[in-house]
């Protein structure tokens, strides 16, 4: 049979999702634990790879088993064989043409940043802190630029292993807490670093070093070096995966506006 799981884990110790040959990924730590209650090797496929440092709350896998468990059997078990820093919330029986990745219609990630004059140990782990105020009305005209369907090539990493560089953004909303901001932002798919990438532009322009219309134009020279530096990977969470309803897969955080 062919199971989801739904899959949560603080990315801060893990060297990303994908099993390594050198460094820890949280990959292993799922298929490990899964072997122990399939009593068999077990590979499963995730919805997005997420990189070094990067959090998840709403991670989708599938994998193939020979094993019979009630969908309760292999939450608990799998969770009675992950470290403290990985857990699955759930798990579905799917039918075999469901696939984590090809599935899926969107993804969704949120950034937090900590926009305050003093650090926090608290958070180090889970938020980018950046001490110079930022203007998030101005971000959040910048970020209107990137909605819709738009050659990505300014906001993708050297290395992205991608065929193509085009993807679709839904959705991108910023708005501020107190000293809390959160950036969220809905799309397709996604190429290596671009939320980070994104971000990092976006808040070039909230410390007033550019202007909104400034984000066209990194956009529309399709260089990464025109854009601004990369947001840290520690402020960055996979949030949600959606797929069609038909699935009808457990709502999982997915953002949708």
């Given amino acids: 049979m062919r199971i989801a799981l739904g899959i949560e884990y603080d990315g801060t110790a893990y060297n990303g999702w994908q099993r390594q ?3 820890l990924g949280v990959q292993a730590k799922v298929e490990d634990a899964l072997a122990v209650i399939a009593n ?3 590979e499963v496929t995730c919805a997005g790879r997420t990189d070094t440092g990067v959090h998840a709350s709403g991670q989708v896998v599938h994998f193939d088993t020979r094993a019979d468990r009630s969908t309760r059997g292999w939450l608990l078990g799998i969770n009675s064989n992950l470290p403290d820093d990985i857990n699955a919330t759930w798990a579905n029986v799917v039918d075999e043409t469901f696939h984590a990745r090809f599935s899926a219609l969107a993804r ?6 900590l926009n305050q004059l003093a650090r926090s140990s608290l958070y180090r ?13 101005k971000m959040q005209a910048g970020a209107q630029h990137l909605l819709g369907e738009n050659d990505f090539s300014a906001f993708r990493a050297a290395g992205c292993q991608a065929a193509s560089p085009r993807r679709t953004i839904h959705s991108l909303n910023i708005h501020r807490d107190q000293n809390w901001i959160t950036l969220d932002i809905s799309a397709d798919a996604f190429l290596q670093h671009m ?7 976006l808040v070039a322009v909230g410390m007033g070093e550019q202007e ?3 984000i066209r134009q990194v956009l529309e020279s399709r260089d990464r070096k025109q854009g601004g530096i990369a947001a840290p990977a520690h402020g960055l969470t996979l ?3 959606r797929y069609p309803e ?3 897969l457990p709502d999982h955080g997915t953002i949708t506006s």
């Fill in 246 to 248: 038909t699935f009808a």
């Fill in 195 to 201: 939320v980070r990438n994104v971000t990092g532009t």
């Fill in 40 to 42: 068999e090797t077990v």
């Fill in 239 to 241: 949030v949600g995966v």
């Fill in 212 to 214: 909104p219309d400034w």
């Fill in 108 to 113: 969704s990630y949120r950034y937090r940043i």
């Fill in 21 to 23: 040959r050198t460094g």
């Fill in 125 to 137: 782990h889970r938020a980018w802190w950046v001490h110079q105020p930022l203007d998030v009305e």
